[in-house]
């Protein structure tokens, strides 16, 4: 069964490579099997290099940049009636070992080499980040888990809550699982309960006070499924995909009236050549921008759309003076402490969550520590490898504390990977930051501020979150679980520097101590937002406010972090303005 899919993935793979401009191979070149047919559930996707502008002999309605998270649901859904031309900077996901299996989820984030699939960036709180550079986006590089947002949410979002319910199942029944619960998380399950973060609602996609387990975009084999996928509901004949286009910047026509009105983009291609694609003339075309929280704002910047003074200062002709452009952007702080367990643990990403009052999210997550292979022994999520160095306070974590780490790891007995972590996630951090550009080159990433902590209520939060944690450490399901003696414990203490893992602050009761541990140990959990906020770059129908013929759809407009965790919501918003462009067009024969 694994051999299989392991074959179809490579088959894909090598088709791919073989037929870099006709993607849809055909019967005859032997992909009866699995591996063709399953291919041939996609659009064309091609490389940059294959544009010609004949490409779109009848024009592009829409020119989609970024095909991410939500940039490929909302692609598939507008080709269903519209001729759709969708620009990814990165490669396919198919066929890529470190981007398909759960085990390797933390090998693409230490891959910090130009065709990883994640782009590292550090931002000047000194955390490491990461942010996907890959068709499908977010989703091949991120933990899996997958849970929506609450009713107060949509609503305050504004959104038309009948679509919202009719759009995160079009995603569900594609791409979404059930987890097989795991003994680290069925203990985390417990001891949340028993410290009183109840009730439990079981296996729900949805958000509600108490503890559950949600859904996953890992199959029952670790198999990682993606939104890349969800293009294969698009339509073929509409909808074509570049990768390896790297736009560098949205074209304007600036004489057509009163507001300059977006024409199209200018992108590379895998070689280094520029192209040129603009959409059709016809009324309604587009261009939509959905590069993500770093991406979006830092391609409006490049397009000249942001602060007159920085524009200028880079030599940007400006489009439009708008200084919200890259502000408001935030970063939940996440801390965790690790669990030493006196057996050998089971990986498990993210499958239980306990949604607490007072403002807290508690998850569970545990790397591998059954190999006696030092490769195979890491702490997942919280690996010091992709720059999670909790052990060592934001700004001193560096590339030579993460080498060192490295040569130690080898020499690291195998009980420092024995153990689980129990996470803390800050849900609506007060704290805010913004990105501004560093140069004109959008493959380099802007500077990137979150401010963690700088807000007195987050740092609040995070004590009682750790108060939280040490209690579900106390009770009974969970100490019967880890069932540690002390030597063990002790034994951790004295190598977890060593070992990059926090066990909980040593004075419990003095805040003081718990504030400061809160902001030493910071690290993310990934779930940055903003930076194009609705009201302040985009109007409620996500128009860019100030020119024509051009939208943004993706985490950027977010002001909070949808549910517990976006990716259910960023993919369900891509779904949703797909189907809410086709019936502004269309009206009812839209259909959808
Ligand atoms: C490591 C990690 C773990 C996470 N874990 C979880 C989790 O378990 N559960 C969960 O719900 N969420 C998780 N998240 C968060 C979630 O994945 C993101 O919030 C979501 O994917 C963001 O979607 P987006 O559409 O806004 O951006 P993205 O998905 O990042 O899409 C942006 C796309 O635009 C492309 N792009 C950018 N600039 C250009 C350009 N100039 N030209 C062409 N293309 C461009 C990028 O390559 C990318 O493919 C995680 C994120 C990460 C990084
Ligand atoms: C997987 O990641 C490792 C480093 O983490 C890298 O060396 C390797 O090239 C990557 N493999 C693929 C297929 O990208
Ligand atoms: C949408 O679904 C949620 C549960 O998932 C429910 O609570 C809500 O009432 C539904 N809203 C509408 C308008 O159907
Ligand atoms: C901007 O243009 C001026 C004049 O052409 C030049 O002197 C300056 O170096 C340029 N600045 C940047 C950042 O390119
Ligand atoms: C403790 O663990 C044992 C064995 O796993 C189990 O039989 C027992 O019910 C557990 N007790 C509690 C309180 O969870
Ligand atoms: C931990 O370190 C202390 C001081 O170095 C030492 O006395 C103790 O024996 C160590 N404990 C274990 C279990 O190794
Ligand atoms: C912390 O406070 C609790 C309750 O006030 C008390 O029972 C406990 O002994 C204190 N622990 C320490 C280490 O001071």
Redesign the pocket.
């Known amino acids: 069964m694994k051999l299989a899919k392991a074959l179809k993935l490579f088959l894909s793979l090598l088709l791919w490579l073989c037929l870099p401009s006709a993607s849809t191979p055909t019967s005859s070149q032997g992909d009866r099997e699995n591996g063709g047919s399953e291919y041939r559930r996609y659009p064309s996707i091609r490389r940059a290099s294959s544009f010609s502008s004949n490409s779109g002999k009848d024009g592009y309605d829409y020119i989609i940049v970024g095909g991410g998270t939500a940039g490929c649901p909302l692609a598939a859904t507008l080709s269903e009636k519209y001729r759709v031309l969708l620009l990814e900077r990165g490669g396919v996901p198919f066929g890529n070992y470190n981007v398909s299996h759960m085990q390797n989820f933390h090998l693409t984030l230490a891959d910090t080499s130009p065709n990883s699939a994640s782009q590292e960036f550090i931002s000047t709180d000194g955390v490491f980040n990461s942010r996907a550079r890959v068709l499908g986006g977010g989703t091949c590089i991120n933990a899996g888990f997958y849970t929506r947002a609450s009713s107060s949410y949509v609503k305050r979002a504004g959104w038309d809550a009948k679509l919202v319910n009719e759009s995160y199942p079009w995603i569900e029944n594609q791409i979404v699982f059930r987890p097989k619960l795991t003994p680290w998380q069925r203990a985390v399950r417990d001891g949340l309960l028993e410290v009183g973060i109840s009730p439990f609602n079981g296996f729900t996609y949805d958000h509600k006070y108490g503890t559950k387990v949600g859904g996953t975009i890992f199959d029952e084999d670790g198999i990682r499924h993606t939104a890349a996928e969800l293009l294969a509901s698009g339509n073929r004949e509409n909808l074509h995909v570049l990768v390896h286009a790297s736009v560098q910047k949205i074209v304007f026509d600036t004489s057509a009236g009163e507001q300059p009105k977006a024409i199209g983009v200018i992108f590379k291609d895998e070689n280094g050549e520029e192209h040129q694609a603009l959409v059709s003339e016809r009324q309604g075309s587009e261009v939509i921008v959905s590069c993500g929280t770093i991406g979006s704002p830092q391609l409006l910047l490049l397009s000249g759309i942001g602060p007159k003074a920085d524009l200028r200062k880079l030599n940007i002709s400006v489009v439009v003076d708008n200084h919200f452009v890259g502000k408001g952007l935030s970063d939940n702080p996440l801390n965790t402490v690790f669990v030493p367990i006196n057996k050998p643990v089971r990986q498990s990403l993210i499958q239980t969550v306990g949604i607490t009052k007072m403002g807290v999210y508690i998850e569970a997550s545990c790397g591998f520590g059954q190999s006696t292979d030092s490769i195979q022994r890491h702490h997942g999520i919280v690996s010091a490898e992709i720059g999670q160095l909790t052990t060592i306070p934001p700004k001193h974590r560096t590339k030579e504390a993460i080498q060192a780490y490295k040569d130690r790891k080898k020499d690291l007995p195998f009980e420092a990977f024995m153990g689980g972590f129990i996470l803390e996630k800050i849900a609506t951090p007060k704290s805010k930051g913004q990105l501004s550009l560093i140069n004109t080159n959008p493959d380099d990433n802007p500077s990137v501020t979150f401010n963690y902590f700088s807000h007195p209520y987050d740092v609040k939060r995070c004590v009682n979150g750790i108060r939280i944690m040490e209690k579900i450490l106390q009770s009974k399901h969970f100490t019967n679980y880890t069932s540690f003696n002390k030597d063990s414990v002790e034994n951790l203490l004295n190598m977890s520097v060593k070992a990059n893992v926090n066990l909980l602050p040593k004075?419990?009761?003095?805040t003081s101590c718990l504030e400061q541990f809160c902001k030493d140990t910071v690290i993310t959990i990934w779930h940055y937002h903003g930076g194009c906020h609705v009201g302040k770059v985009v109007g409620p129908d996500y128009r860019v406010l100030g020119v024509n013929g051009l939208r943004i759809v993706d985490g950027s407009t977010f002001y909070e972090s949808p549910g517990t965790n976006p990716q259910a919501t960023v993919m369900m918003l891509g779904r949703y303005m797909g189907v809410k462009i086709l019936r502004e067009r269309l009206g009812r024969a839209a259909g959808v």
């Open positions: 004075h419990m009761n003095d």
